[in-house]
């Protein structure tokens, strides 16, 4: 059997829905950071599902997540607004978006009538996503726009996939993005996922643009934080219980690796900084860093934006 008739037989392996929505808990993680900034929704949001509470249950020590909160609302607001950012200067106005979780980047963007968009999630998480918006009539009034559509759609389904795309003009490039989700894919749930996005950006043209690609060599960089890494280590043993996903395994180990599979993938990349100054990291007021910890943290995030190669 080939390398290529053996991923075949892979991307027709039948998902498990109920393994994959336990990831879900981290949204709510990542929407008690967004508090602290100046995204649109995150404070209404974080306060509806109360998501100071289910954060504790990822870090019970009071001390150790005001701690972590200095760094981990930085940080998640510039992989936010960088994602915004690249979409905006690629020239992109139809975006696909892989467990969007509550991010709601959608109904920030389709504020632009030429914009198209496109949540997808797990039916759970999108069930549960669908009663947030309800109970907050802001953001019910962003789903008469004719541009923006909520899908139940496992990721690791290009069935499921290929009928989000209906929402899309296929004369038309797209960008698929997606944040917080190949990190928790074993390696074969990851060269499925490559698959099935190569599979549509084969059809459309367009990007492929995602910061999940940080490798331990660029983590450690931010874990050089004096109290960083025992934090890390604390998050990372609560989240392994609660998704049932060892973060640990399957990861990318080094540069070389990460570059390897995006190549036999098919993908051409380039690598962009997060933090480049072209938005305002607002959290940075509530939990000020010193420029040392600062330049740590902008040199260890990264962007990734890939297209399918020869195209």
């Known amino acids: 059997m080939t390398e290529k008739d053996d991923l075949n037989q892979k991307t027709k392996v039948k998902p498990n829905d109920d393994d994959f929505s336990k990831i879900s808990p981290t949204a709510k ?36 997540l005001e701690d972590f909160k200095k760094f981990g609302a930085p940080g998640l607001e510039a992989r936010y607004k960088s994602m915004i950012s690249a ?44 009663a947030i918006i309800k109970k907050i009539p802001i953001m019910s ?35 698929i993005v997606h944040e917080g989700l190949y990190q928790y894919l074993s390696r074969t749930e990851k060269e499925i996922l490559a698959h099935n996005i190569h599979q549509i950006l084969s059809e459309y043209g367009g990007f492929w643009i995602t910061p999940d690609f940080m490798i331990d060599s660029e983590a450690s960089k931010i874990l050089a934080h004096p109290k960083a890494k025992a934090l890390m280590e604390q998050m990372t043993k609560t989240i392994e219980a609660l998704t049932t996903r060892n973060l640990g395994q399957d990861q990318f180990k080094d540069q070389r690796d990460l570059s390897e599979f995006l190549t036999r993938a098919g993908f051409t990349f380039k690598v962009a900084a997060q933090i480049d100054g072209s938005f305002e990291l607002s959290s940075l007021k509530v939990f000020p860093m010193a420029d040392e910890h600062l330049g740590r943290m902008r040199d260890a995030l990264r962007l990734w934006i890939l297209s399918v190669a020869g195209k």
């Open 29 to 64: 993680l990542v929407a008690y950071f967004r508090e602290f900034t100046d995204i649109p929704f995150a404070r209404d949001v974080s306060a509806l599902i109360d998501a100071k509470t289910v954060t504790k249950e990822f870090c019970p020590d009071d001390m150790m």
């Open 87 to 130: 979409i905006n200067n690629l020239g992109i106005t139809q975006v696909l978006e892989l467990a969007a979780g509550l991010s709601f980047r959608g109904f920030v963007m389709t504020k632009n009538s030429n914009v198209t968009y496109v949540e997808t999630d797990l039916k759970p998480m999108m069930d549960e996503k669908k």
């Open 141 to 175: 009034d962003c789903l008469t726009r004719s541009n923006l559509f909520l899908e139940s759609v496992n990721a690791l389904s290009l069935t499921d996939l290929q009928k989000s795309l209906r929402h899309f003009d296929k004369t038309k490039p797209i960008a």
